[in-house]
């Protein structure tokens, strides 16, 4: 459970590309309390997100 947990924090700050959009996401957080783990991301046309960080 801690190597899972440890797992999902090393993807907290990562950069996604949406496929078909060509826009670029980074992973703000993730919730794994669900049954199904929950990625939390700040797509670049929303307030907050830099490319640079």
Do not use: C, K, Y
Not at 6 to 18: F, K, M, P, Q, S
Not at 25 to 36: E, F, M, N, P, T
Request: charged share 25%; proline share 4%; aromatic share 6%.
């Amino acid at each position: 459970m801690q190597q899972t947990i440890l797992n999902a924090h090393r993807l907290i700050g990562e950069t996604l590309r949406e496929p078909g959009r060509e826009r670029l996401g980074r992973i703000v957080g993730v919730d794994q309390a669900r049954r199904v783990p929950l990625v939390f991301v700040l797509w670049q046309d929303q307030q907050g997100f830099s490319a640079s960080s």
